[in-house]
């Protein structure tokens, strides 16, 4: 389970939206759908994620007909607000979503479609784990309405899996993948480095199997330590080593070099597509600052600049619903300066960047010196704008402490 959720304002039990929220309904709407189950804890995971023995009173059976609920609650607040309107992304994320019969997720996803309506051409995404797809899936998935799987690969290492609590067979990935592009699917892989025990040679090997599967789309995340997490611990008593900054820096630079080679080209820090059509629409969503509702245990919503997060547990998610309350646990309305300082973080991380307009007057002069340091392109600068180099990537976070601090 992750960490406790953020402090922040009482949230109404009826999910009334303030009635000075600046709504902007030409803002490009989200829906994210968080499935928490998950078969084990991966252990590395600081997700909101519950195996069966910690679910204490809530029945995966009943979830689709739960969240459905909150679906409801959804459009009567949105439609109450003047802010309704059709979803431009839908995502399935978890925990492990195909651990829920596909039908149940078609479920879902027809009744977020009955109450908002889906935009001509919208991206709707599954997340998988490589063992729960089956060409019968694929295609109810298909059916429903999703357009694209993403497979949770991880590594094609054995030794590599098992340091992450991985259950899956590298050869269940080839499947999976097979399956969703049979069924029409477009196709993101997923890849974590860094692991413990992994060498650079590990990493290169996974690198070349996730080409071989020719997906549309790859995601590779940098291993990162989170408290409370059971690798944290191990980490803590000594019984494996802490991952290694440089090591992983060159484990970035070879997958950017294989992906580019392989046709790739990277749009954000840790994510590759083939074509700028191919790009994950629903990320992109959150990294500009599009507005979003969130259904499930844990997930968060944003609107016009007001941010909510619900409860975490499934059973205090159920109880809410099933009171016809809303399940958020607390609220907020970021300041502008915190609304920049976010902006500044999440745009920068992107191949567009973000505009130098935009980076605080007193902060402009600096970005002269990022040029000097090579982390900030030349050209994209003369043209305005704030773009990283592939060194700027891999200090993304140090660029944006000198655009805000």
């Known amino acids: 389970m992750a960490g406790p959720l953020p402090l922040g304002d009482p949230a109404p039990a009826d999910g009334h939206l303030p009635d000075d929220l600046p709504i902007d309904t030409s803002v490009p709407f989200s829906a994210y759908l968080h499935i928490p189950f998950c078969t084990v804890r991966c252990g590395y995971c600081d997700f909101n994620t519950y195996t069966s023995t910690e679910l204490r009173g809530a029945k995966q059976e009943d979830y689709a007909s739960t969240l459905i609920s909150e679906i409801g609650l959804a459009r009567r607040v949105l439609a109450d607000a003047g802010a309704l309107r059709p979803m431009d992304t839908v995502f399935f994320g978890g925990g492990t979503p195909t651990l829920l019969p596909a039908g149940d997720l078609a479920r879902m996803l027809e009744a977020a479609t009955s109450a908002f309506g889906l935009a001509e051409g919208a991206e709707v995404t599954v997340e998988a784990n490589p063992d729960t797809v089956t060409p019968a899936v694929a295609r109810t998935l298909a059916a429903a309405g999703v357009t694209r799987m993403s497979v949770g690969m991880q590594s094609a290492v054995p030794h590599v899996l098992a340091s992450l609590d991985r259950t899956h067979r590298p050869e269940n990935v080839t499947t999976a993948v097979a399956a969703a592009k049979d069924a029409g699917l ?4 997923d890849l974590i480095y860094g692991a413990p025990g992994e060498s650079l040679a590990d990493w290169e090997a996974s690198l070349d199997a996730a080409l071989a599967l020719e997906s ?4 590779a995340y940098a291993l990162i330590i989170e408290d409370g997490t059971k690798l944290a ?9 802490t991952p290694d900054d440089d090591v992983q820096a060159d484990m970035y630079e070879l997958a950017d070099a294989r ?5 790739f080209d990277w749009y954000e820090v840790s994510n590759w597509a083939r074509t700028p059509e191919q790009r994950s629409r629903h990320n992109l969503a959150y990294w500009r600052g599009s507005d979003w509702w969130g259904f499930g245990p844990g997930a968060h919503s944003h609107v016009a600049g007001l941010r909510w ?15 016809s309350e809303s399940p958020a646990a607390g609220t907020e309305r970021p300041d502008a300066e915190s609304r920049t300082l976010e902006r500044i973080l999440l745009l920068s991380r992107i191949r567009e960047g973000i505009a130098i307009d935009e980076v605080p007057t007193a902060n402009r002069s600096r970005v002269a010196g990022l040029i000097a340091d090579g982390l ?4 994209a600068a003369i043209r305005g704008r704030v773009q990283l180099t592939l060194r700027g990537r891999l200090l993304a976070d140090a660029v944006v402490r000198e655009l805000t601090d």
């Not at 477009?186 to 892989?189: C, E, I, L, N, Q």
């Not at 900030?376 to 050209?379: K, L, M, S, T």
Request: aromatic fraction near 4%; charge should be positive.
């Open 233 to 241: 611990r191990q980490i803590r008593r000594g019984e494996v080593p």
């Open 376 to 379: 900030v392109d030349p050209a």
């Open 186 to 189: 477009a196709v993101s892989v």
């Open 309 to 323: 997060w619900n409860v975490k547990h499934p059973a205090a998610y159920a109880q809410r619903l099933a009171a």
């Open 216 to 219: 549309d789309h790859v995601s």
């Open 259 to 263: 992906l580019a080679a392989g046709g």
